[in-house]
Structure formats: structure tokens, C-alpha cells
């Protein structure tokens, strides 16, 4: 019986090192047809000896017909998104910031940025555990089954050195060839194709079968380790390690030392970008140093030690067959040119946005026109010019904004200073209306069970016209309705019930109220912890928030100033949505600060930038980017800059150390 184990872990070792060598290394030492006769030894004995089965056997890369219904899980780390430039300008401005910031020798780390969907990998001594989507960035879906049928992620690591329990990022890829190989099968069966090897390779790893999952041959890409207990104190130098425990870590990454290495970085890849066998939109660049990295920190969405670089869009050119006009969920006209269809970056377009008024007039735009299309970093199509040497005698009508809104017929209007028209018909135009209830429901928002087509034959329906009215739906509503039955009910009314424990912070961001995105929102909550003092805040009040201006002061009076949303914030009161903070959110605020205004600046060692800005907000004191006469303290670590300090000893403002600072608030 030792003799069988041994020679099935023999045969478990020996494929591992062919998958590695044939997609990872891309250097085969055997035929498809050798490596096919291994794995069929293998099925046979563990087949006949089902008590040395393991999970992480190379024949469990196959994919099983059953799968559960994804879950979602909590990031141990958010995953954050990066900021994106297109100009080399920026990337000068980035360096230099990161430059003053630090004070300090640094290193950049240079990668090709992959255009798939991302990943998260959980391993735990040395055995992958958990694969997680992106998600939200908080939370994503479990999709573990799936990931184990591609055959770049290693089940079992290799070698030594890798901590007990780690998490490694990557981007799971549809490589071009078997991209267009699989649009050929679909063409062959009459099936939609699809759009982009991203689209593809996203909607590949969400298939709750994986055999269908195995069949398509991903690919895996790695470029970020994170944990407790890293090897190396350098992200390179920890990528250097994950590629020796058999992880696919691209050998095109580089380390910069200078500003010009970048430059001479992104200038090659831009070229040789077409060559590769993947698709890639840019270059990411990265502070090396993981404690650099800390003390450099992150604002709400993205981490300020790294930057991305978007490719210049391609370019086509096709006609510009007729233009419409949508109205978003505030009243916002886009205009929208339909397009005879062209290939442009790897995508069929047959749409673009035109943005506003002033854009038409200033392209001059005819029906009929040979219109020049790019993709704004290769997603969003966009039209930027007219070839008039293509115009013809027979010149169609000029494209005109309109003057009345598409939907309801009320003049439209444009507020002064601002290039966008609006349809002030709130609460009587269908657009605005469901388009206001869809963003209550998105998953960043109120996260309930409902999509936009749903909530169309509601509205249609007569059961709902606002947010609130779904919380009076009946089951005797939504069985009358097609394609409904029991199941479907029962779910939207879970979700909804569920959705009451959605905290307060979300539940402000879901009303909708103009300029307030997830992060206003958040400050706001911390700043007027129930929705009482919110809607009785004034502009001056609301002004003392940090990043709150007069425009988003004067939106959120406006919106609690007009009695149907004060109607309708009562409703979701009465139906039981969380109207204040968390209790433990609140018995952890104090006054220690009120009233005073804080700088921080230099690197940390006992808490990140963010920390400490949280800090100070949640003991009632303001956050401030610049030293003036307003400002009461300074937080000084290391390296601070050389400018503040100078401002700071003019004006006599006092300067304080971190621990003197986590002593204020221990008192």
C-alpha cells in the first residue's frame, strides 16, 4: 500500500513540474500526448484507492459538473483601485511627490498592468485555500472551484520560505489565441460572441460549472504578495520569491531608480505591448519599499505608492448614423452617437458618448459623417473629430441638443457655470425615477437583490415610485409580475429585510443627493452621526467637514430642504434603515479635539497617515493637507518636509511627535 501512495505523490509531483514547465516557464519537456498518459495513471490509481484522494491533485484541475451558488467574503485586505494617468506628466508629478513626501532614497518597480479580471489568493501552508473576485473592493465572490481548473496557480507550493498563511494578487487572463479561438466556436454555434478577452475571462470564472471553466485554458498572471510574515522587505524582492514557489510572476517587471528608467520603461512596452500574448491597457508603477509604501498610505479609493499608466487609446474611423439623448437618475442629458459598427481595440463599438452641447458644436457634427472613434484608456468609446474631406454633397442634418427633454416633454435647463443640461421634472420623469431607485439598490449602496430590469416593470407596474415604496411590496405584487415565482420572491424580500442592517454611512450615500459619493458620505456620518443633525445641518456647519464645500454644502440643504425626500427619508426611517451611526461607532467618539485643526506630515512608525487622520476625525478634531494661521498642531515624523516646517516655525504653530500626539488622546 506504501508502494501505491509513493507512486501516486510521484506522479502528482511530475505533473505539478509539467504544468509549471508548460505554463508558467513556457518551456515543455514532454508532448501534450506524454503529459495526457501521466494524468490518466494518475485518474486510475486514485480512482482505485479513493483514501489517498487530496484536493489539491493535479486531476482536480478538470473541474466537477457541481458547484453551489457563489458567496461572497470579506478582503483580509481591500482591494484597492490605482490611479490612472495618460500623461507623462503626471507620472514626472507622482515621482516628485513621492520624492518630498518621503524625503529619501526609493526604488520604483515597473509592470505591465494586465487586462483580465483580478484575483485574490488565500495559501496556508503552502496549499491554496481561498480564490476571491474583486467584488466591491470589500467583499468578493468565493470562486475557489473555478480558479483551481487553471493551470498557471499552483495547488501546492514549491520550495521554502513561504509564510504559513499569506494572501498573492493577480489577474486572471484569456490569452488572444484562445480568445479567438473560442469566438470561432461560438460563431460555428450561433452564440453571441464575445466583446474582449477581459469580458470573456470575467465571465468565464463566474460559469458555476467548472469543467466549462477548464475548457477555456486561462491563464494567471501574479503581481502582489501581502501578510503578516513576508520574506522580503521590498515588493520585488517578494515577487522574486512567489515566482521560486512556482507562481507565474511576469519576468518584464523591472526596478527604476530614476525618473528617466520609467520613461524608458513605458516608451518600449508601448511598442512591444502588441506583441504579447495577452492583452495589457498600461504600465503600474509602485514604490518598492513596503514600509516607504506605509507611510506613503492610501486616500479613500487608491493607494498613494502606486500610479497607472494608460496606453493612448487606438483610434477608427466609421459613420455617424443618428444621435439620442438619455437622462440619467439627477436629470443629466447625454447625448450619444450611434454608430455604424467597428473593431477598436479589440471590441465591436457601436455607440460613443458626446458628452454635452459644447462638444457637438465644437466637432460640427452632421448625420452621415466619417467620424474619427477612440476608447478613453481602451473602455469607454468616444468621439474626437470629423474627417471633412469624407463630407459629401448629400450632407445629412446637423446634430442639434435638444431643448425638451426626450421623456417628459419639460424645457430642459442649464445651470450657469456647468456644461451638462438637466431635466428639472424629478419626481415625474421615468428616467430619474428608476434610475434614483437603482442606485439605492447597488451593492455599494442599500446591496438588495434587484436589477434595473426589474425595477422597470415595477415602475411600470404602478408599484413603486420611489426608494421607499419597496419596502411595501407584497408578494402578491411580485407574483404578478413575469417570470416571478416563489423563489425570486423570496429572495428580493430577504434581501430587502437584510438591507435594514445596512449601516448608516451606506444608507446616506443610497439617497442620491448630488456630489455625495461614498466617501462625502462617510465624513458626513462621522461628522453628523444621525440623520437628524444632518438634515438640520447649516452651510456653515456643513462647511467645517473636511473636503465639504459650498457646492456640496448647498446640495445636501437643497435636497433636505424639498418635503418629498423629507417624506421619504421618514418612510425608510419607519421601516426600520439605520438613521445614525453604529453604538460602538459613537461610544468610541470623544471631544478630545474639537475645535482644533491638525497637519500631518513625515513618514510613521506606529500607525499609517490614514490611521492617524482617522484618529483625529473620530476624537472630533479637523483634518487639514496645509500649514496657515488656522492650523493648532502639527504631527511630525520622520523626514518632514522642509516647507511646512519653515511655515510652521513663521507662524508659530506648535510641533508634535506621535507619541505625544497618541498621548493627547490617552488622557
Not at 450611434?338 to 455607440?351: D, H, I, M, Q
Not at 434610475?435 to 449602496?445: D, N, P, S
Not at 447649516?538 to 446640495?555: C, F, K, P, Y
Not at 500631518?600 to 476624537?619: A, C, L, P, V, W
Amino acid at each position: 500500500m506504501n508502494e501505491i501512495k509513493a507512486k501516486i505523490e510521484k506522479l502528482r509531483e511530475e505533473l505539478e513540474q509539467h504544468n509549471y514547465n508548460y505554463y508558467v516557464a513556457a518551456a515543455p519537456t514532454i508532448s501534450d500526448r506524454a503529459f495526457d498518459e501521466l494524468m490518466k495513471q494518475l485518474e486510475a490509481l486514485e480512482e482505485a484507492h479513493p483514501e489517498f484522494a487530496d484536493p489539491h491533485s493535479p486531476t482536480q484541475r478538470v473541474g466537477s459538473d457541481l458547484s453551489k451558488e457563489f458567496t461572497q467574503v470579506a478582503h483580509k485586505y481591500p482591494m484597492l483601485s490605482l490611479s490612472n494617468t495618460y500623461s507623462e506628466t503626471e507620472i514626472q508629478g507622482f515621482y516628485e511627490r513621492t520624492e518630498r513626501a518621503l524625503n529619501e532614497p526609493f526604488e520604483i518597480v515597473a509592470e505591465l498592468k494586465y487586462d483580465g479580471t483580478s484575483i485574490a489568493l488565500t495559501y496556508e501552508k503552502g496549499l491554496l485555500v481561498q480564490a476571491v473576485t474583486r467584488g466591491d473592493g470589500t467583499r468578493g465572490d468565493d470562486v475557489t472551484a473555478n480558479v483551481k481548473t487553471i493551470r498557471s496557480v499552483p495547488l501546492k507550493l514549491w520550495g521554502e520560505g513561504y509564510p504559513d498563511l499569506f494572501e498573492i494578487r493577480g489577474e486572471i487572463l484569456l490569452p488572444w489565441a484562445e480568445f479567438d479561438r473560442l469566438n470561432k466556436e461560438r460563431e460555428a454555434q450561433e452564440e453571441p460572441l464575445f466583446a474582449n478577452p477581459r469580458n470573456a475571462a470575467s465571465g468565464t470564472l463566474k460559469q458555476q460549472n467548472p469543467a466549462v471553466v477548464a475548457s477555456r485554458k486561462l491563464d494567471a498572471y501574479f503581481y502582489y504578495l501581502l501578510g503578516e510574515e513576508l520574506p522580503a522587505g521590498g515588493h520585488y524582492e517578494n515577487l522574486v520569491y512567489a515566482r521560486s514557489w512556482g507562481f507565474k510572476v511576469p519576468d518584464v517587471i523591472r526596478k527604476c531608480n530614476t525618473l528617466q528608467e520609467v520613461f524608458d520603461y513605458i516608451a518600449y512596452w508601448d511598442v512591444e505591448r502588441k506583441n504579447l500574448p495577452v492583452a495589457t491597457d498600461g504600465i503600474v508603477l509602485k514604490v518598492n519599499s513596503l514600509r516607504q509604501q506605509l507611510n506613503l498610505s492610501f486616500t479613500a479609493k487608491s493607494s498613494r505608492w502606486a500610479i497607472a499608466y494608460k496606453f493612448q487609446a487606438e483610434r477608427a474611423e466609421t459613420r455617424l448614423n443618428s444621435v439620442s439623448f438619455q437622462i440619467g437618475r439627477i436629470g443629466t442629458i447625454t447625448p450619444v452617437a450611434n454608430l455604424e459598427p467597428v473593431l477598436l481595440a479589440g471590441t465591436t463599438v457601436k455607440r460613443a458618448s458626446l458628452h454635452n452641447e459644447d462638444i457637438i458644436e465644437g466637432l460640427d457634427l452632421h448625420l452621415g459623417d466619417q467620424v474619427y472613434v477612440e476608447k478613453g484608456g481602451e473602455i469607454i468609446p468616444k468621439i474626437v473629430g470629423v474627417n471633412t474631406e469624407a463630407r459629401s454633397i448629400l450632407l445629412g442634418d446637423k446634430v442639434r441638443f435638444v431643448r425638451l427633454c426626450p421623456e417628459c416633454g419639460t424645457p430642459l435647463v442649464r445651470p450657469e457655470g456647468e456644461a451638462a443640461h438637466y431635466c428639472p421634472n424629478e419626481y415625474h420623469c421615468p428616467p430619474q425615477i428608476k434610475g434614483r431607485i437603482e442606485h439605492f439598490v447597488t451593492r455599494r449602496a442599500m446591496n438588495i437583490n434587484i436589477g434595473p430590469e426589474t425595477i422597470d416593470a415595477l415602475y411600470e407596474a404602478q408599484l413603486i415610485e420611489n426608494a421607499a415604496d419597496l419596502y411595501e411590496l407584497q408578494p402578491a405584487d411580485l407574483l404578478q409580475l413575469e417570470r416571478w415565482a416563489d423563489k425570486s420572491v423570496n429572495n428580493l424580500l430577504t434581501s430587502l429585510e437584510a438591507s435594514k442592517q445596512v449601516p448608516f454611512e451606506r444608507v446616506l450615500f443610497a439617497l442620491g443627493i448630488r456630489f455625495v459619493g461614498e466617501t462625502v458620505a462617510r465624513k458626513l456620518a462621522t461628522a453628523f452621526p444621525t440623520m437628524e443633525l444632518l438634515q438640520n445641518a447649516t452651510a456653515e456647519a456643513l462647511n467645517e467637514v473636511d473636503e465639504i464645500g459650498d457646492r456640496i454644502a448647498q446640495s445636501i440643504i437643497q435636497y433636505f430642504a424639498d418635503d418629498h425626500n423629507r417624506r421619504m427619508v421618514e418612510r425608510l426611517r419607519s421601516y426600520g434603515l439605520q438613521m445614525s451611526l453604529a453604538h460602538e461607532q459613537l461610544a468610541s467618539r470623544t471631544d478630545k479635539l474639537k475645535g482644533l485643526t491638525l497637519v500631518i506630515s513625515g513618514t510613521f512608525t506606529k500607525h499609517s497617515r490614514d490611521e492617524y487622520k482617522q484618529m483625529i476625525e473620530q476624537n472630533g478634531g479637523k483634518n487639514s493637507g496645509s500649514v496657515s494661521g488656522k492650523t493648532d498642531y502639527i504631527i511630525a515624523g520622520d523626514n518632514m518636509g522642509p516647507a511646512k516646517l519653515e511655515k510652521a516655525q513663521k507662524l508659530g504653530v506648535k510641533i508634535i511627535s506621535e507619541d505625544e500626539f497618541l498621548n493627547m488622546l490617552s488622557e
